[in-house]
């Protein structure tokens, strides 16, 4: 278990890490080629040299949103991890409260049919749309 941890958990700092790279080496190559344009004598020098740029840029923006990308997956699957032994407790929780209830047989094969169901679907999973309205709520 330390070493799914330390496996995500390093996955995200790196990703995290490269992302942060990736935006100064095209902010750099932005601002270099900014220069460039500025001291080359011709016009179409200068279109040359910024169009360069225009294109680091976008590359360096692309790069780095995939390095995001994947440290927030990385995150993902760190939270559920965490989340796992609270689900269990949660279901742990119910079985026991089941086991002390004065329920009839048929209440409680009915009742331990729908905890069986409930366990077998997993948690529900947040749809992408909720994490990207929740971040900006939290931004703004």
Not at 104 to 112: G, K, M, Q, V
Request: aromatic share 8%; glycine share 8%.
């Amino acid at each position: 278990m330390a070493l799914y941890h330390k496996i995500a958990t390093g996955q995200a700092k790196q990703s995290f890490r490269n992302a942060q790279v990736a935006m100064w080496l095209g902010f750099v190559l932005l601002a270099g080629f900014l220069v460039v344009a500025l001291k080359v004598s011709t016009t179409a020098g200068s279109i040359v040299a910024g169009g360069l740029g225009a294109v680091a840029a976008a590359l360096a923006g692309f790069v780095s949103r995939t390095f995001v990308r994947s440290q927030e997956a990385a995150a993902g699957h760190l939270r559920s991890y965490f989340d796992q032994p609270l689900e269990l407790s949660r279901y742990l929780a119910a079985e026991r409260l089941i086991a002390d209830a004065q329920l009839s047989d048929e209440r409680r094969a009915e009742i331990l049919a729908d905890l069986v169901h409930a366990i077998v679907a997993g948690p529900p999973q947040p749809v992408a749309g909720d994490d990207a309205a929740a971040s900006s709520q939290r931004a703004g």
